[in-house]
């Protein structure tokens, strides 16, 4: 059984940082692609970034690309989220999530359909 638990957020002022974590427990998920997306009031979920099993391969929503890093570490199982100068746009529920039926590729999935377990989210505002 996979679980997802994300940390991190926060209120926070226009061009502050925060860091996303994600603990992540199950068997599989230290071999499978990992992702973030971000749900804002009214709107869809929306990709933000994934990472490869092996932390080789990354890939990012050209809306967080440059500003955003994410990262994973092995022992415990986590996944990060750095995003720098945040802004008002990016207030929004922020969702850790697996794709465990890609364990051990170097894939970085962006569409929600390839992930199969997800976290409860945790909220990022952004005041101006």
């Known amino acids: 059984q996979v679980q997802l638990v994300e940390s991190g957020g926060g209120l926070v002022q226009a061009g502050d940082s925060l860091r996303l974590s994600c603990a992540a427990s199950g068997r599989t998920v230290s071999h499978a692609p990992m992702g973030w997306f971000r749900q804002a009031p009214g709107k869809e979920r929306e990709f933000v970034a994934s990472i490869s099993w092996s932390g080789g391969r990354t890939y990012y929503a050209n809306s967080v690309k440059g500003r955003s890093t994410i990262s994973r570490e092995y022992a415990p199982n986590t996944i990060y989220l750095q995003m720098n100068s945040l802004q008002p746009e990016d207030t929004a529920v922020y969702y850790c999530?697996?794709?465990?039926?890609?364990?051990?590729?170097?894939?970085?999935?962006?569409?929600?359909?390839?992930?199969?377990?997800w976290g409860q989210g945790t909220q990022v505002t952004v005041s101006s």
């Open positions: 999530a697996a794709a465990t039926k890609k364990l051990y590729s170097d894939d970085v999935p962006f569409a929600i359909y390839e992930y199969d377990y």
